[in-house]
C-alpha cells in the first residue's frame, strides 16, 4: 500500500492543478526529437517504479512536499473496479464483456471516452482516503529551500518518471509534436515531457480518475506507441460525463529539454458544440517561463534500460491500480487560468507549475537515486551471493563427489576386505585340490582318479626355471618387482593386443590373475571383479612373497583338455603333453626343456584356442611368440631359441600321457578307491578332489610281469584244438605277502579295456566262482583239527547218500576219472583231487565244521547253501578270498587280512594315515597248518594223478628241461588245483614260504572251457607266475617244521599202512588183521580198483600191510573201525 500513497500525493496535487487550468491542451515536443519506447518497456517501468516506492519516509516526505501546493483534497482512491476480467483500458460497467480502450457509460451510444460514475463499489484492492479540502493556494517554496534542493548536481539527474497512459478515442486526441512537423498517426512515438498537462471537463458530471496509463501520441489503434511524461496528465472527455485520469509511468526515453515545451491541445466537439476551425478547437501555451530550463539527462544505466508499459487493462485491474474520485470538481471556464482566446497560462501560474514541477522533480529524482543505489548494492550483493553460492554450490558438490567417492571406495574396499579376508588368509586352501593319486609299494604311479580333472602340486623348486621364465615374459614381466598391479603392463598389453589383432598378451599382472582363479568365484569379466582384483592385491602382496605367489599360480591355472580330462597346473601339464611321468625325486614339472616349456607358457592366455593338440598351427605361433619375449626379455640366448624352434618341429614333440595317467592297474585302483571310500566315509567324487596320494601294497612291476604271463597263456589255449575244443578266454590272480596280508598283484582280467571278453569285470574281487577241488583242504583241515592225520585211512569207493531233503534224494559223487581206487590215505586221496574220498571226510567232520573253518581261514562271503557238495566246490566264491585263506596255511595257521593301501597322505594338510601293524589271528595251530602244508606240497603224492614234472612244482629250469631229467632247484611249494564239474572254471592255489597266489581261469560268460583242467589251464599261469614274484628271493627247499607234532608209522584195519604226521596222543595203535588170508603180491603194473588187495595208488605213501577187507559199506561207511 506504499505505492498507492505515494500514487495518491501525486494524484491530489493534480486534482488542484485541474482545478487552476481547465483548458484542453494537447502537448508537442518544441525542441526534441521523440524517442520511441516499446509498449513492454514502458510497462515494465511502471512496475519498477510502482514496487520501489516501499519506504514510509520517503513516502512521508513526498506528501509533506506536495502539501504545500495542494489546495484541494481528494476524496478517494480505488484500486479495483467491478470487472477485473476487463484487458481493456476500462473502468468497471455494466458490460464486464467490452474489449474496447472505452470506459463504459450509462449510455452506450457515446463516442466519447467516459468514466462509469454508477459504479461506487470495487472488487478489487480499493483504498478510501478523504482529506479536507481548501480553496486556498499556498505559495510553493523558493528554489533556495534547502528541503527541496540539495545540489544543482541533482537537476541534471532523472530517474524513472511516473508517466500518464492515456485510452485512445475517438473523441480527444493529446499527442507530443514540434512545431516544425506532426508525428504521423500510423507512427506515433512516445516521448517524455515533463510538464504538467491540464484539460478542460464537462462542469456538469465530470470525475477526476486517476489511472496509471502511458501516454497516447496518435489515435491509431493499430500503430500507436506510447510515451511517458512525468506529470498527471487530465485528458479530454465529454462535456457531460467527462473523467479525468492521471498515471504515474517512470520515464524511459532519454530526452533533454533546453526550453520549455509548447503545449497543444486539440478538442473534438461534443455534441451540440461546434468550432469554426481547428484553431477554435485548438489551444498552445507555455506553462512555463519562457527562460531555459535546467538540461536533464537521464543516467546512462536508466537510458540504456528498455522498460515495457504495462497494457491498459493491466493498468486498470493491476496490483497499483487506484481511482480518484472528488466528491466535486468546480467547473472551469475558460478564463480561469488562461488567457481569453489565446488559451495561455498566466506568468503565476506558469509560476507554479514550474516550482510545483521542481518539487516533485527533486523528489521523484532524489527518491529514485537512492532506489537506484539500494538496487545497485542489492544487484551486486545479489551478484556476488549468486556467484558466491554458485562456487560453494560447486566445492559442496565437488566434495560431495569426492566425499562420495571416497565413501563408496571405502565401502566397496572394506566390503570387499571383509568378503574374501578369509580366502585370502587361507589362499593355499583354495587352491584346486590334487585329484586323487595312487601309487604302488615302490612310489611308482598307477593311476589317478580324475572325475574332476587332473592336478598335481609341486614345489616351485621343482618346477623348471625354463618354464618359470616363459611365463613371467609373457603373463607378467615385471612380475618380481611390480606391487602386484602394473599399469604399464596393461597398457603394453593392449597395444601388443591391438598389433596383433587378438590377444596375445595379458593385461592382469599374475597376481591379479592368482586371485581371479583361486579367491573371487565370479569369472565374468567385468569392472566390478577388476575392481575386486585391485584391492585384493596389496593385502595378497603382504601375506605372501612373490616365490609364494608363482607357485600358487603356476599350481592352479589351466592348460586345457586332453582326452577329455581337465589339466590343471604344470606338473600335470608337463605328462598330459610330453608324457612325462612324476619320479620319486624328480616330478614331471622339472623335467621340462626349454622348447617345452615355451609351449607350455603360451596355453594359458587361452586354453583351449592354444591347445597343441586341439590347434597345432595357433599353438605353434604362440611357441613362436612365447620364446621372442623370452629373448627380448634376455632369459635365452639366440641360439637356445634355434635349438628350441627345431626341437618342436619334430614329429614326436608332443606325446601321449605316460601309464601312470592312463592307469596301469584298473581293477586294482578300484578295488582301493572302494576300501577308500569304506574307510573315510567318502564318494567317488568327493575322492577326486581329496588330494589324497594314496601308496598301495602293489608290486606294479611285478604285476606287469604277471600280466603277461597271463595273457601269453590264455593266447596259448585260445589257439583252435578240433581234439579238446577248448575254449578260453580270460583269466585272473591275486598275489599275497601272507606274513603282513599285504596285497602285491591283483589282475581282474587278463586286459581291462577288451570289450570282447568284458575286461573291465574283476573277477578275483567282483565275481563269484566255485572253487572245485581247491576247497577241499579246508574239509581236510577240520578233520586234522578233530584229530586225524594225514596218515588216515580212507576208502575211495562208491558211495551214495541219500538226503531226501534234496533235489535229487541221492548225491552220489564221482571222481574226476569215473573210478575208484581203494584204499588209501587221506594225503594221497587230497593230492589227487578225489572226490569220494573228500566227500567221506566231510560226511566225518560234518557240514557246519568244515564251514566254519573255512571261515575262519578267510572265506568272507559265499553264495550258494552248504552241503555235501561244498566239498567238491559248491558254493561260489571270490578268488581274493580264497587266496588270502590259502595264506593262512603259509602264514602257520594265523590270519593276516588282506590289505592294499599301506598309506594315505592328505597333500592339503600333510596328515598320513598308515596301515596298523595287525598281529593277524591264529585260527587254527601251526602243527595243522603245517600238517595241510606238508600234504600240499607233497609232489610224490599227487604224482598218479599230475605226473612228474607237473607245473605244481616250482623248478628253476623249464618244464621241456625236467622232462630231461634238468630240473633245477625246486622251490618248496603248496599247491591245489580246481575244476568245476561242466569245466566252467579252472583253480590253481598254492604258497611259498614268501607268497600265496590264486589263479582262476575260465570265461566271465560262464561258459564251458572244454576240456581244460587245472593243471593244463590255471597251474601254468601259477607256475610261471610264481617262479616270476621269487625272483630275488632266497631259494627255500622246505617249509619249516613248528614242532609240536609226532610223526608214526601206523598199519590201519584195512591194511593200509604209512609214516605220517600226528597230533600229539592222536596216533592210533597199528591194528592186524583178524583173519589173514595168504593172497600173491600184486604185480607192479596192476591197477588197482576199489576193494581189490593190490597196488597202492600212492606207493610213495602208503602200502598194504594185509589185503583190504571186502567191500561192505553201509551209506558208504567202512564197517571196520578206524577206516573211513
Not at 246 to 255: F, H, K, R, W
Not at 366 to 386: A, G, N, P
Not at 489 to 513: F, Y
Not at 521 to 537: G, I, M, Y
Request: charged share 20%.
Amino acid at each position: 500500500m506504499e505505492a498507492t500513497s505515494t500514487t495518491s500525493d501525486l494524484q491530489q496535487d493534480t486534482n488542484e492543478q485541474i482545478k487552476e487550468e481547465p483548458a484542453p491542451v494537447e502537448i508537442v515536443p518544441a525542441a526534441s526529437d521523440s524517442q520511441a519506447i516499446r509498449h513492454d518497456s514502458a510497462d515494465q517501468s511502471l512496475e519498477d517504479l510502482e514496487t520501489t516506492s516501499n519506504s514510509a519516509e520517503e513516502i512521508n516526505e513526498a506528501n509533506e512536499l506536495i502539501a504545500e501546493t495542494q489546495p484541494a483534497s481528494v476524496d478517494s482512491f480505488e484500486e479495483d473496479t467491478k470487472t477485473p476480467q476487463s484487458n481493456s483500458f476500462e473502468e468497471d460497467t455494466k458490460t464486464p464483456q467490452s474489449n474496447s480502450l472505452e470506459a463504459d457509460t450509462v449510455t452506450p451510444q457515446s463516442d466519447s471516452f467516459e468514466a462509469d460514475t454508477e459504479t461506487p463499489q470495487s472488487d478489487s484492492l480499493e483504498e478510501d482516503t478523504k482529506t479536507p479540502q481548501s480553496d486556498s493556494f499556498e505559495a510553493p517554496r523558493s528554489d533556495d529551500d534547502p528541503d527541496l534542493l540539495d545540489s544543482d548536481d541533482d537537476l541534471t539527474q532523472t530517474a524513472k518518471k511516473p508517466a500518464i497512459i492515456l485510452p485512445p478515442s475517438s473523441e480527444t486526441e493529446i499527442s507530443l509534436s514540434s512545431d516544425e512537423e506532426k508525428p504521423s498517426l500510423d507512427n506515433s512515438e512516445l516521448s517524455t515531457v515533463e510538464q504538467p498537462i491540464v484539460a478542460p471537463t464537462s462542469p456538469d458530471n465530470s470525475e477526476l480518475s486517476t489511472v496509471e496509463q502511458p501516454v497516447v501520441t496518435s489515435t491509431s489503434l493499430d500503430n500507436s506507441e506510447l510515451s511517458t511524461v512525468e506529470q498527471p496528465i487530465v485528458t479530454s472527455t465529454s462535456l457531460d460525463n467527462s473523467e479525468l485520469s492521471t498515471v504515474e509511468q517512470p520515464v524511459v526515453a532519454n530526452t533533454e529539454v533546453e526550453e520549455p515545451p509548447t503545449l497543444r491541445m486539440r478538442i473534438k466537439p461534443s455534441s451540440g458544440q461546434q468550432f469554426a476551425n481547428d484553431d477554435d478547437a485548438t489551444v498552445k501555451f507555455r506553462p512555463f517561463d519562457v527562460e531555459k530550463q535546467p538540461t536533464t539527462r537521464l543516467p546512462q544505466e536508466i537510458e540504456e534500460q528498455k522498460t515495457t508499459l504495462l497494457p491498459l487493462g493491466k493498468i486498470l485491474t493491476g496490483k497499483f491500480r487506484a481511482v480518484r474520485k472528488p466528491e466535486q470538481l468546480p467547473a472551469m471556464g475558460m478564463s480561469d487560468g488562461f488567457i481569453e482566446g489565446s488559451r495561455k497560462p498566466t506568468s503565476a501560474q506558469a509560476l507554479r507549475d514550474q516550482r510545483r514541477r521542481k518539487i516533485l522533480v527533486r523528489h521523484v529524482a532524489r527518491k529514485h537515486m537512492r532506489e537506484v543505489r539500494l538496487q545497485d548494492e542489492r544487484s551486486f550483493r545479489r551478484l556476488w551471493t549468486t556467484l558466491l553460492s554458485m562456487a560453494l554450490a560447486l566445492v559442496l558438490l565437488f566434495l560431495i563427489i569426492v566425499g562420495g567417492g571416497s565413501y563408496a571406495a571405502y565401502r566397496f574396499y572394506n566390503d570387499t576386505q571383509t568378503q574374501y579376508q578369509s580366502q585370502v588368509l587361507n589362499l593355499r586352501d583354495l587352491l584346486p585340490k590334487d585329484n586323487l593319486k595312487m601309487y604302488d609299494s615302490q612310489g611308482i604311479p598307477i593311476g589317478e582318479l580324475t572325475t574332476f580333472g587332473i592336478h598335481t602340486s609341486v614345489p616351485l623348486k621343482k618346477v623348471s626355471p625354463y618354464l618359470i621364465n616363459a611365463t613371467v615374459a609373457t603373463e607378467d614381466k615385471d612380475f618380481w618387482t611390480n606391487p602386484g598391479v602394473d599399469i604399464t603392463r596393461i597398457l603394453s598389453a593392449a597395444i601388443e593386443d591391438l598389433r596383433h589383432g587378438h590377444v596375445v598378451e595379458g593385461g592382469s599382472t599374475i597376481t591379479q590373475q592368482l586371485i581371479k582363479n583361486v579367491v573371487i568365484s565370479d569369472q565374468n569379466q567385468n569392472f566390478l571383479r577388476k575392481l575386486q582384483e585391485v584391492s585384493l592385491t596389496p593385502d595378497i602382496n603382504s601375506h605372501y612373497t612373490k616365490s609364494d605367489i608363482m607357485e600358487m599360480y603356476l599350481n592352479s591355472i589351466s592348460y586345457g583338455v586332453v582326452n577329455g580330462t581337465e589339466i590343471k597346473g604344470i606338473d600335470s601339464a608337463a605328462s598330459m603333453y610330453f608324457g612325462l611321468s612324476d619320479q620319486p625325486d624328480k616330478p614331471a614339472s622339472a623335467q621340462l626343456d626349454l622348447a617345452q616349456s615355451a609351449m607350455l607358457a603360451g596355453i594359458p592366455n587361452s586354453p583351449t584356442a592354444y591347445n597343441p593338440k586341439l590347434h597345432p598351427k595357433a599353438a605353434y605361433d604362440r611357441f613362436d611368440l612365447i620364446l621372442g619375449f623370452m629373448l627380448k626379455n634376455n632369459y635365452i640366448t639366440r641360439e637356445q631359441m634355434i635349438d628350441a624352434e627345431n626341437e618342436a618341429q619334430k614329429p614326436d614333440f608332443l606325446k601321449d600321457p605316460p601309464q601312470s595317467i592312463q592307469n596301469r592297474a584298473p581293477h586294482f585302483f578300484y578295488f582301493v578307491l572302494g576300501q577308500l571310500e569304506q574307510q573315510y566315509h567318502l564318494t567317488e567324487s568327493q575322492l577326486s578332489v581329496s588330494g589324497f596320494s594314496v601308496y598301495t601294497t602293489l608290486d606294479i612291476t611285478l604285476q606287469d610281469k604277471i600280466q603277461k604271463i597271463m595273457q601269453d597263456h590264455i593266447a596259448e589255449l585260445a589257439k583252435p584244438d578240433p581234439v579238446n575244443h577248448t575254449h578260453v578266454t580270460n583269466a585272473a590272480s591275486v598275489l599275497i605277502d601272507f606274513h603282513t596280508g599285504a596285497i602285491k598283484t591283483l589282475l581282474g582280467s587278463v586286459d581291462y579295456n577288451s570289450k570282447t571278453i568284458d575286461g573291465k569285470f574283476d573277477v578275483a574281487t567282483q565275481g563269484y566262482r566255485q572253487p572245485g577241488s581247491s576247497f577241499k583242504p579246508y574239509v581236510y583241515l577240520a578233520a586234522f583239527e578233530n584229530g586225524a592225520s594225514p596218515g588216515q585211512a580212507v576208502d575211495d569207493n562208491k558211495l551214495v547218500i541219500h538226503d531226501p531233503t534234496s533235489n535229487p534224494p541221492d548225491f552220489i559223487p564221482q571222481n574226476y576219472s569215473q573210478t575208484t581206487s581203494g584204499h588209501m590215505t587221506l594225503r594221497c586221496a587230497l593230492q589227487n583231487s578225489l572226490n569220494i574220498p573228500a566227500v567221506k571226510v566231510l560226511q566225518h567232520v560234518g557240514i557246519d565244521k568244515a564251514m566254519q573253518v573255512a571261515k575262519d581261514m578267510g572265506i568272507a562271503s559265499y553264495t550258494g547253501t552248504p552241503g555235501y557238495s561244498l566239498v567238491l566246490g559248491g558254493l561260489d566264491v571270490h578268488l581274493l578270498d580264497h587266496t588270502s585263506a590259502y595264506g593262512t596255511f603259509a602264514n602257520g595257521g594265523k590270519h593276516m587280512p588282506y590289505y592294499a593301501i599301506d598309506k594315505v597322505v592328505n597333500m592339503n594338510n600333510g596328515q598320513t594315515y598308515t596301515h596298523p601293524n595287525e598281529e593277524g589271528k591264529q585260527v587254527i595251530s601251526p602243527q595243522l597248518a603245517y600238517m595241510m602244508t606238508s600234504v600240499l606240497s607233497d609232489n610224490q603224492s599227487r604224482l598218479p594223478e599230475f605226473y612228474d614234472c607237473n607245473l605244481l612244482q616250482l623248478y628253476s629250469n623249464s618244464q621241456k628241461d625236467c622232462y630231461s631229467g634238468n630240473r633245477g632247484a625246486v622251490r618248496a611249494a603248496a599247491a591245489k588245483t580246481g575244476t568245476t564239474n561242466d569245466f566252467h572254471d579252472n583253480w590253481t592255489m598254492g604258497y611259498t614260504t614268501d607268497y600265496v597266489m590264486g589263479v582262476w581261469a575260465g570265461n566271465n560268460d560262464n561258459s564251458s572251457m572244454g576240456t581244460i583242467l587245472g593243471v593244463t589251464g590255471a597251474a601254468p599261469i601259477w607256475h610261471d607266475a610264481m617262479l616270476a614274484a621269487e625272483q630275488g628271493h632266497p631259494m627255500v627247499t622246505d617249509f619249516p617244521n613248528p614242532g609240536g607234532l609226532e610223526r608214526h608209522d601206523v598199519t590201519y584195519p584195512d591194511g593200509v599202512k604209512t609214516t605220517d604226521w600226528y597230533l600229539p596222543g592222536t596216533a592210533p595203535k597199528s591194528a592186524s588183521p583178524a583173519n589173514p588170508s595168504p593172497t600173491s603180491t600184486p604185480k607192479a603194473d596192476q591197477k588197482p580198483s576199489g576193494g581189490t588187495y593190490g597196488k597202492p595208488y600212492c606207493p610213495n605213501n602208503f602200502s598194504y600191510a594185509f589185503p583190504p577187507p571186502a567191500d561192505d559199506y553201509v551209506d558208504g561207511r567202512s564197517p571196520i573201525p578206524g577206516v573211513w
